[in-house]
């Protein structure tokens, strides 16, 4: 199975700062395709997961363009230009590239 | 509106069986992958189970195979997970989960509001 793992588990940020969040998977996310199924998913208190990024960089209908999303083979990184108090929340990076999929841990964005 | 609605979460002994259902609008259900991924209180997530558009193929996390059964019904567009043998550890929010593409799952695009599964005696 590919294991995502996401350090830190918390990012304390201060409002209209920038935030950056690691993922990195045990094995290399490019499919036979030549595709990268790698997401991101934000999760609200109470409320579920959202996406936010699919295929490492491109944002879903209606996410702001302050999320922004890189990386390639085992390493990726969301980012958040300016962090807004509706940025609390968890967020998931999600392998889709074979079977298990698999969820990072996830990171609690935390505002200082 | 693209929309899933899940039901049929509860209270259920050790041992004992429920089936879940996802009812889909907005989308052509018959089109798309569907998925259950679950959430145990506290927890992240967790993939259970993929089923193509037709039905025809479906995967399960090691986890879940021999126990849980997923199926559609794209006559009624509807999805189900059928759960046996629950253990304590089942217990969670299961949440029905679109693949994005028409040709099979990326990223799951929308998801439902979830149902909990509380799995005691």
């Known amino acids: 199975d590919i294991v995502m793992t996401q350090t830190p588990l918390s990012s304390p940020v201060t409002l209209g700062q920038p935030a950056s969040i690691p993922c990195r998977s045990s094995?290399?996310?490019?499919?036979?395709?030549?595709?990268?199924?790698l997401s991101w998913l934000q999760q609200r208190p109470g409320q579920p997961p959202r996406l936010l990024i699919y295929k490492i960089s491109n944002r879903f209908s209606g996410v702001p363009d302050r999320f922004s999303g890189s990386g390639a083979g085992t390493d990726f990184t969301l980012k958040i230009s300016r962090v807004e108090a509706e940025d609390v929340g968890v967020y998931y990076c999600m392998q889709a590239t074979q079977f298990p999929y698999t969820f990072g841990q996830g990171t609690k964005l935390e505002i200082k | 509106e693209v929309q899933l609605l899940e039901s049929g979460g509860g209270l259920v002994q050790p041992g004992g069986s429920l089936r879940l259902s996802c009812e889909a609008s907005?989308?052509?259900?018959?089109?798309?992958?569907m998925s259950w991924v679950r959430q145990a209180p506290g927890k992240g997530l967790e993939w259970v189970s993929t089923i193509s558009g037709s039905g025809g193929r479906s995967n399960y996390a090691d986890s879940v195979t021999g126990r849980f059964t997923i199926s559609r019904d794209n006559s009624k567009n509807t999805l189900y997970l059928q759960m046996n043998s629950l253990r304590a550890e089942d217990t969670a929010v299961y949440y029905c989960?679109?693949?994005?593409?028409?040709?099979?799952?990326?990223?799951?695009?929308?998801w439902g509001q979830g149902t909990m599964v509380t799995v005691s005696s």
């Open positions: 094995q290399s996310l490019v499919h036979s395709d030549g595709n990268t199924y």
């Open positions: 989960a679109k693949g994005r593409l028409l040709s099979g799952v990326d990223a799951f695009d929308i």
């Open positions: 907005g989308f052509t259900f018959s089109s798309y992958a």
